[in-house]
């Protein structure tokens, strides 16, 4: 049996930065991210088409000082790399990630607790882009290999559905992304985390 073409979301946000260049916009992007070195690619890529505010909501990090560490490396980064975006820190309350992961403690990474951790802090950017007349949100998240971009980006769509703020659809890790983000990170002497934020995928 033929397998069904996975989409491509590279060409996808192409395509939408081609018509935006075309028109002569330069739209608002509220880009969810969830640590410094995931964004510097991000960053570096995206500035030059739209007018960026980094948004950090993660809860899921654990523990506090490593969330604080993961907090102050970005807005390192951003002082230092791209001055003009601005940032906005969302709520940290680790029980709002304890509540939601109930019962999937021990599912795989990339599994469905995963996934709706994806959804939980997708949802609050959009909910915050909407709020602050956004033209469209994204994360960062698909730049890392172990985030299975399909998946992201459903799921950017069905919250992109429920509260009428555009999803930019993207899968950073396309076109070299995840390599120029380990060279960035280098350039700027970034702190490169060995887990992905949760107390669950934090090796023992
Ligand atoms: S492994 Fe990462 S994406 Fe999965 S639940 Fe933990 S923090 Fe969230």
Redesign the pocket.
């Known amino acids: 049996m033929s397998q069904i073409p996975k989409t491509n979301y590279q060409l996808i946000l192409d395509k939408t930065i081609k018509q935006l260049s075309e028109s002569g916009k330069r739209p608002t992007l509220l880009l969810h991210a969830c640590c410094a070195p995931c964004s510097s690619y991000v960053l570096e890529y995206l500035t030059s088409y739209f007018d960026i505010t980094v948004f950090f909501y993660n809860p899921?990090?654990s523990p506090e000082e490593e969330y604080l560490h993961r907090v102050s490396e970005i807005k390192r980064l951003i002082s230092e790399m791209c001055p003009d975006v601005r940032f906005i820190e969302g709520r940290y309350d680790p029980k709002e990630f304890f509540d939601m992961?109930k019962g999937l403690e021990n599912e795989p990474?990339r599994g469905s607790?995963?996934h709706k951790?994806?959804r939980m802090r997708l949802m609050e950017s959009a909910i915050i882009a909407k709020e602050n007349s956004f033209d469209y949100f994204t994360t960062t998240l698909s730049i890392s290999p172990q985030k299975d971009s399909e998946v992201l980006n459903s799921i950017g769509k069905e919250v992109s559905t429920a509260t009428g703020v555009p999803y930019l659809f993207s899968d950073f890790k396309k076109r070299g992304g995840y390599k120029r983000s380990i060279e960035l990170s280098a350039k700027y002497d970034l702190y490169r985390q060995n887990y992905?934020?949760?107390i669950?995928?934090k090796p023992k």
């Open positions: 899921n990090i992961a990474e607790r995963c951790c994806y992905c934020g949760c669950f995928s």
